[in-house]
């Protein structure tokens, strides 16, 4: 069964250095998606992706968040300067056309901002 | 604004018997509903949704949820839970309307399914 792939699975960063996680998501999947759970807190929505522009995005996502599509199977999120509260588990989702249609998440990457 | 609110965080249960894990949402438009599972070191696994129709929605391993509008609920059931059903359930609606796909989590509810 096809899945959405995370790399790395544990990132360990210093503050105010900038970090790019990587998603491979579904290969027929047209949106694609970064959400983030802070420990102890809801899973929360970042950023919507669709057609090589964001469609929908939080006001989490300001501007020191970045999202990318670099080639045909990668979906990359970069927080350029980190912060402490910027610890997260970030989830990456991919999804079919239709606003129905199921996301399917990646197993998430463990960010550690020192 | 839509938001979830799972009303247990940790839900004990012995091996065989019943569960039920609430939800209750709150929005001012149309929804769909969804129940997602996540097992340890694993993402997000989607359980069941509801879209439209019957409200009584039935899932993967057993669980089943229904709908209930006049009371904004979408509570998940097992009549039966086994050790491997352990994990950390998610609530989540999303807007039905075209244009927004994003969605919005309660805080979880940790089953643990005791031998």
């Known amino acids: 069964e096809p899945e959405v792939t995370q790399t790395p699975s544990h990132q360990v960063t210093q503050m105010g250095q900038e970090v790019i996680l990587r998603c491979v998501p579904i290969?027929?999947?047209?949106?694609f998606y970064w959400y983030r759970q802070i420990l102890g807190q809801k899973v929360e929505f970042l950023v919507s992706f669709y057609n090589n522009e964001i469609s929908e995005k939080s006001e989490i996502f300001d501007d020191q968040f970045s999202v990318e599509r670099p080639d045909g199977s990668n979906f990359t999120l970069k927080i350029r300067s980190t912060k402490l509260e910027d610890s997260a588990m970030y989830f990456c989702a991919s999804s079919g056309e239709g606003v129905a249609d199921t996301q399917y998440f990646g197993p998430g990457t463990r960010l550690t901002v020192l | 604004a839509q938001s979830v609110t799972q009303l247990d965080s940790q839900v004990p249960v012995f091996e065989e018997a019943p569960v039920e894990l609430r939800c209750n949402y709150s929005?001012?438009?149309?929804?769909?509903l969804f129940w997602y599972v996540q097992y340890p070191n694993q993402g997000l696994q989607l359980l069941l949704k509801y879209l439209s129709g019957s409200t009584l929605v039935k899932g993967i391993n057993g669980f089943e949820a229904e709908f209930n509008k006049s009371q904004t609920s979408f509570h998940l059931r097992k009549p039966s839970v086994h050790i491997s059903d352990t994990a950390e359930y998610f609530c989540a609606v999303s807007n039905s309307g075209a244009g927004s796909y994003q969605l919005t989590f309660g805080k979880g509810t940790k089953l643990s399914v005791i031998p």
């Open positions: 290969s027929n999947h047209l949106y």
């Open positions: 929005s001012s438009v149309s929804v769909y």
